[in-house]
């Protein structure tokens, strides 16, 4: 069995919803060379940010396609009420901060406000579906890969984020 896409480990979701994540997580890798993690999380400690968890959350787990940087990361910290979903630099060309900002505020927010993080994040993902389908360049599809995708094991950009990006400033 293929492990998911979903990191729950303080089980916030419901088993139906870290199923239905997981479906559409594998419906973006099917289709396309990309590949989105979900990890969701009650908070990080105090002195850690987010934006900088996340980016190196993708580089260690090495998250997208290892030639054309397409992997996503989405952190949902529910008692900090945050966001976060960063992109590998070949992802970053289709899911743009616009594009990203307008999913979360049209299909993520109602959600969230309904206090339905599962849903949120299902909408999450089937928006990056479908701003890949309307925008992505067509060779980044999986039908043209002709078996020369591989994992990124090497993080995006083709480095590592260094951890003094999350940690406070002076330690």
Known sequence: EEPPWVSDVGQRLSDEDRREI???????????????????????????????????????????DKRLHTGVLVLLLLGQRRL???????????????????????????????????????????????????EAPKHWRRETDKGTAEPNTHGFGGGQTPIDEFMPEGE
Not at 35 to 64: H, I, K, M, Q, T
């Open 22 to 64: 997981d479906a559409v997580c594998r419906e973006v890798n099917s289709i396309w060379r990309m590949e989105v993690a979900v990890v969701v999380l009650d908070s990080l400690p105090e002195n850690v940010r987010p934006a900088g968890f996340a980016a190196a959350l993708l580089n260690y787990w090495g998250v997208g």
């Open 84 to 134: 976060e979903a960063r992109t590998g630099y070949g992802a970053g060309r289709v899911l743009r901060p616009e594009v990203l900002r307008a999913i979360q505020e049209e299909r993520v927010l109602p959600h969230l406000k309904d206090g339905a993080p599962g849903p949120a994040l299902a909408e999450l993902v089937r928006g990056m579906l479908d701003a890949m389908n309307r």
